[in-house]
């Protein structure tokens, strides 16, 4: 594990967010970003050597969407850098934590990502990212 990558803040609406963020962290918001895997639509802001992601569902089906339903908006995950995501996930699955994917998946901002259970990490939802590689 290198570092948190990101931190995923679950939004109602973009529109209005990106310039509270904007503003909140005094930074610009450098790129969005459409996952139709994920159902969602993305926002970045880059703090030193992390950043923060906004995330607004695309649909009622989203899990954003639901998980805003529940708990409303809020953190969503905590991302963590990892070198090798296959051997994470290899590694983690060995020593029980439930993985929510079983093969690494396309995520935003050019990542292999792979959600872990929060049933199996006190709660909290955890994404592993690893850049693409050529």
């Known amino acids: 594990m290198l570092k948190i990558e990101h931190l995923g803040i679950a939004v ?11 503003q ?6 450098y790129k ?6 994920e159902g969602v639509s993305t926002a970045f802001f880059q703090l030193g050597d992390s950043k923060i992601e906004l995330l607004e569902a695309t649909s009622p089906g989203s899990p954003i969407n ?11 995950h905590i991302a963590i850098e990892v070198e090798n995501i296959a051997a994470e996930m290899k590694r983690l699955s060995a020593l029980g934590f439930t993985l929510l994917n079983e093969q690494p998946k396309e995520g935003a901002d ?15 939802l955890i994404e592993l ?6």
């Open 110 to 124: 050019n990542k292999l990502i792979c959600f872990l259970h929060p049933k199996t990490t006190n709660g909290v």
């Open 32 to 37: 969005t970003e459409l996952v139709e895997s």
């Open 24 to 29: 909140l962290l005094n930074t610009p918001c």
């Open 12 to 22: 109602a609406d973009l529109e209005k967010s990106i310039p509270l963020f904007e």
């Open 66 to 76: 639901k998980f805003i339903e529940k708990k409303g908006e809020g953190i969503h």
């Open 129 to 134: 990212c690893q850049e693409k590689r050529p």
